[in-house]
């Protein structure tokens, strides 16, 4: 069965960093285009970053700069870099792996900015 298990979500202080891991099983990872969503507490699902299988990577306006999307193919993983986090980056951290038609979804890690 396919699984997208994330790690590294927490408590930081607002200034800080904190980096996501996500690790894929049972799928053909590198082939996948990998993506981390963020869901705050009343607000719609919203897209942060993709990475592409050729390594293309984009973000949403509000963390360019400050985020960075990787991929370690042979670890079959994902990582999601966040640097100088604000408070409004609060929000339930979601791990997506996407080959259409396929496109499957980690559980959600907190992420909590505050001082």
């Known amino acids: 069965q396919v699984q997208l298990v994330e790690s590294g979500g927490g408590l930081v202080q607002p200034g800080g960093s904190l980096k996501l891991s996500c690790a894929a099983s049972?799928?053909?990872?590198?082939?996948?285009?990998m993506a981390w969503y963020r869901q705050a507490p009343g607000k719609q699902r919203e897209l942060v970053a993709t990475?592409?299988?050729?390594?293309?990577?984009n973000y949403a306006d509000s963390v360019k700069g400050r985020f960075t999307i990787s991929r370690d193919n042979a670890k079959n993983t994902v990582y999601l870099q966040m640097n100088s986090l604000k408070p409004e980056d609060t929000a339930v951290y979601y791990c997506?792996?996407?080959?259409?038609?396929?496109?499957?979804w980690g559980q959600g890690t907190q992420v909590t900015v505050s001082s």
């Open positions: 049972g799928i053909i990872f590198g082939i996948y285009t």
């Open positions: 997506n792996a996407q080959f259409l038609p396929h496109d499957f």
């Open positions: 990475i592409t299988s050729g390594i293309t990577q």
